[in-house]
Structures are given as C-alpha cells and as structure tokens.
C-alpha cells in the first residue's frame, strides 16, 4: 500500500509540473475561462483537481481548429490577385483576365500599357528643367520676409 501512495504521489507531482510548465508557456490567446496568473495558482493550490481542470477547461483547443494567420505578400496571395479588376496580372488560367470571365485580350493589354505611358510622359514635361524653379517671388508684405533693422540669428 505504501508503494501505491508513493506511486500515486509522484504521478501527482508530475502531472502539476507538467501543466504548470504548459499553463506558463501556452500562447496567451488561446487560454480560456480565467487569466494565466489565475491558472497558475489555480494548479499549484488545488492538487488534483486544478491540473485536471486546466487540461479540461484553460488549455483551449488545438491548432486545427484555430487558423494560423501569416503574413504573405500582396504578389503571393493568389486571392489578393484574383480579387484585382483589370490588374493585368493573370493566375491561373491564361485565357481570362483577373476577376472578369472574358477571354485574355493582348490588344486591350497593350492600348493600357500605352496610356500609362503616355500619363508618365505628360507628367515628366510639367516638371521643370534642372535648374529652374516653380515657385514665383513674391512680394514681401509687412510683417513678412526681411525687415530693415532685423536680426536674424
């Protein structure tokens, strides 16, 4: 009998270190019912039945229900591209556009292409020449520019 309760005392012990070592590392967003530090006194206080009731209640579900969220870049999410409207970028299929059910048309490709050149080029020629400014002087008002008997430091 002794050996029983000795054998019975150590798997307790075990089974508290076990779930007070998985209480403090578990991701913080997955416990559930009481805060951690709660948990924690919860299985240190309460023998058996605070470890079994954090396997049962605090532990929180697996990963397969949870969804693991991570970041992809815009280019790499085939959704992303998909949702694009005349994006010109194709996935998938080469015979159709993104988000539309037309066939892929080079010519309608090629005119896009042209305008956005030709708006490139028409906002290089509103730019100045180096060396030229944009900006007009103006005349100096009272209370604004330099002032005779000002010292600026």
């Not at 019912?33 to 709660?38: A, E, M, N």
Request: hydrophobic residues 35%; aromatic residues 6%; glycine residues 10%.
């Amino acid at each position: 009998m002794p050996k029983l309760l000795i054998g019975l005392g150590l798997a307790l012990v075990i089974l508290t270190v076990y779930t007070l070592v998985d209480c403090a590392v578990f991701d913080r967003k997955r416990i559930r019912g009481l805060p951690r530090w709660v948990w924690i006194f919860v299985i240190v206080l309460v023998p058996l039945i605070g470890p079994l009731l954090w396997l049962l209640v605090g532990h929180g579900r697996s990963s397969p229900t949870t969804r693991s969220f991570r970041a992809v870049a815009p280019d790499d999410d085939l959704d992303f591209l998909r949702g694009l409207n005349g994006g010109g970028v194709n996935v998938g299929n080469a015979n159709s556009d993104i988000g539309q059910n037309r066939p892929f048309n080079e010519k309608d490709q090629q005119e896009r292409i042209r305008r956005m050149e030709q708006d490139l080029a028409d906002l290089d020629k509103n730019d100045p020449a180096p060396g030229e400014t944009t900006k007009k002087k103006k005349k100096n008002e009272p209370g604004e520019g330099e002032q005779p008997g000002r010292r600026d430091a």
